[in-house]
C-alpha cells in the first residue's frame, strides 16, 4: 500500500506543480479526510499513509485538520461528521485556522 500512495501522491503532487507553474499560482491542500465507519479500516491506513505523504512533499502548504478531527481507532468524531461521509459544519473552523495558518506560514495571501 504504501508504494501505491506514493506513486498516487506523487502524480498528485506532479499536477498540481504543473498547473501552478503554468497559471503563476500556489496550491494549498486540505488533508484528506479519514471515513466515519471503522469497518473500513485499509481506508484508515491509507488516509494516514496520504497525508503523511504529501505533509512531507508540500510542507506548509499542506492544512491538516485530520488529526484533530479523528477518534484513537482513525475514523471521523461524529461532531465533524455530517452523513457518514463528508464532513460536516463542525469543521469549517478547523479548515479556516487552517487556511489562515497555512497562509501566515507562507507568506501568501488570497487576491
Known amino acids: ?3 501505491a500512495v506514493q ?3 506523487s502524480v498528485y503532487i506532479s499536477g498540481l506543480e504543473r498547473v501552478s ?4 499560482m500556489t496550491f494549498l491542500v486540505l488533508s484528506i479526510c479519514p471515513p466515519c465507519n471503522p ?3 485499509t481506508r484508515v491506513q491509507a488516509t494516514r499513509l496520504f497525508n503523511k505523504a504529501l505533509k512531507e512533499a508540500l510542507g506548509h502548504r499542506f492544512i491538516d ?6 477518534t484513537p481507532i ?10 457518514g461521509t463528508h464532513l460536516g459544519g463542525g469543521a469549517i473552523p478547523l479548515i479556516e485556522a487552517g487556511l ?10 488570497i487576491a
Do not use: R
Request: proline share 0%; glycine share 6%; net charge negative.
Open 74 to 83: 482513525g475514523v471521523v468524531k461524529s461532531e465533524y461528521a455530517c452523513d
Open 65 to 70: 485538520i485530520a488529526t484533530e478531527i479523528v
Open 21 to 24: 507553474k503554468q497559471h503563476d
Open 39 to 41: 469497518q473500513y479500516s
Open 7 to 9: 506513486a498516487t501522491c
Open 100 to 109: 489562515n495558518s497555512a497562509l501566515q506560514k507562507t507568506g501568501l495571501s
Open 1 to 3: 500500500m504504501e508504494a
